[in-house]
């Protein structure tokens, strides 16, 4: 699955194991219709392993810790229970040991669906995935939201009480959020994990949103234009509303060494909600998805100011079946990156030409393919773009399929 995408469950019980290269603490909150628990108890986690309908079993370090729902036995009140991970270890972040959420039939042990949140930085919690009714219906949600002030930021957001800790300074700017009380008590059912003092539970944010830290989470377009980063992300957000209009990705380089030309082909390649190939748009392909994704046509030299290539799209139009696309530069004929100069992608508002997202590519391997973006559609309905920079061994955006799934 990718992030915001969502299956139906064929199984009345299912669990949901959270795995990574290190031990993680997995636990699960039962939340009512204004995505609050209705007390301590709705916190599901190794000290209080049981509530209504959803169960925690450990794993004891030699296997994934587990939450286990049983839908059949759920309160009415209860629309979605959220499983959540954050590493064992005191202060330790996710970048570099990204997770991997399993849900399977708890009955059967078949496996439902898997998810792995694309790369993180500094979260020391996430809401891995959700598990929630719809019209009667049970669906399994990927979420992969990180939070920089631990479980304890998580489990405040949802509602439950902490006691905090007035010794730990914030870490970064305070988000709206309700405070946590001074005279809230600590319940039994309290994680391990260090508490933040007075900072809201706000999701990982970068200071300041035209230079984020690497890896620090998301911002949006409130502020004007976003350079990013390698692995850096920016939610397609302005004025508290997603943006779904047109947009076009513009890709551009040069060669590295003058008089030479540079042939190389853009792509944007979409995918489905389990990695899988939708379709691809590149200069033999200039129009998919119903014409909510089209390309310019090919540039053989990579000569001239301006974009090379340009792809647009519609991301109102964009299919429900598909929740990723991934933008992909390839040399054709063999010509590797340390030829290029100055490859660059940028995210500009079709309606306006105004630049939004800057990506520059300011590194260079002797390779033939490079994934330069993502765009993701979140289970809210938005857009996120991240800056990939990863590069592949690959001349044909065929050859990309592969390596650009595994970027999503």
Known sequence: MTPGSNIPLSAARVAVDVTAPVRLDVSG???????????????????????????????????????????????AAIEKIVVTASPDAAGQTFQGI??????????????????TPPQLGSETALVVVEVYRRNGVWKARAVGQGYANGLAGIATDFGVSVEEEPQAAPQAPAAPSAPVPPSAPTPPSAPSAPVAAPA??????????????????KIN???????????QTVSLVKGGAPLLAKVKMGLGWEPAYRGRDIDLDASVIAYGPQRDLVDACY????????GAVKHSGDNLTGEGAGDDEVIVVDLGRIPQEVSGLVFTVNSFTGQKFTEVA???????DAATNEELVRFDLTNAEARTGVMMAKLVRQFSGE????????FAKARTVREMVKPAAKAL
């Open 29 to 75: 909150l039962l939340l009512t219709a204004d995505g609050k628990v209705r007390s301590d108890d709705d916190f599901i986690f190794y000290n209080q392993p049981s509530g209504p309908g959803v169960t925690y079993t450990s794993g004891g370090g030699a296997a994934p810790d587990a939450v286990t729902v049983d839908t059949g036995s759920v309160p």
């Open 98 to 115: 990204e997770p991997t959420a399993t849900v399977r039939d708890a009955d059967s042990g078949a496996v439902l669906a898997t998810f």
């Open 200 to 217: 809201p539970s706000a999701p990982a944010a970068p200071p300041a949103p035209a230079a984020p830290a690497p890896g620090a989470g």
């Open 221 to 231: 377009l409130d502020k004007g234009r976003v350079s990013l980063q390698k692995n």
């Open 283 to 290: 200069f033999g392909k200039l129009s998919i998805l119903g």
């Open 342 to 348: 100055k490859a660059y992608c940028r995210l500009v």
């Open 383 to 390: 857009w996120d773009m991240t800056a990939i920079g990863e």
